[in-house]
């Protein structure tokens, strides 16, 4: 069974950091692109970052690019999602996603973990 876990939201200070790791179970991630999406109550979740099983390159957001990272440790099975310099539009429910095949940040990723929630102070 493919299961995607993420981790690492918390309580934060604008101007601090956070990173989110996504563990994967049941495939593995070197074969698959990974993404990142976030979502505030009332508005539609929208990709953050994106990574390339295939090459290992990334895309970003215009509203995080030079302050999120995204990485992938395949030892671990796991993508992160370093944020730094963070601010409080940063607030949101983050979600991982991946897919064999699809690559971006639109929402067509065939699997989806379960939320983690990043609330950054102003």
């Known amino acids: 069974e493919v299961q995607l876990q993420a981790s690492g939201g918390g309580l934060v200070q604008a101007g601090g950091s956070l990173r989110l790791s996504c563990a994967a179970s049941?495939?593995?991630?070197?074969?698959?692109?990974a993404g990142w999406f976030r979502q505030v109550p009332g508005k539609e979740r929208e990709g953050v970052s994106c990574?390339?099983?295939?090459?290992?390159?990334?895309y970003y957001a215009d509203s995080v690019k030079g302050r999120f990272t995204m990485f992938r440790d395949n030892a671990k099975n796991t993508v992160y999602l370093q944020m730094n310099s963070l601010k409080p539009e940063d607030t949101a429910v983050y979600y991982c996603?991946?897919?064999?095949?699809?690559?971006?940040?639109?929402?067509?990723?065939?699997?989806w973990g379960q939320g983690t929630l990043v609330t950054v102070s102003s």
């Open positions: 990574f390339s099983s295939s090459d290992g390159s990334t």
């Open positions: 049941g495939f593995t991630f070197d074969d698959y692109n």
């Open positions: 996603a991946a897919d064999l095949r699809f690559y971006g940040l639109a929402l067509a990723y065939d699997y």
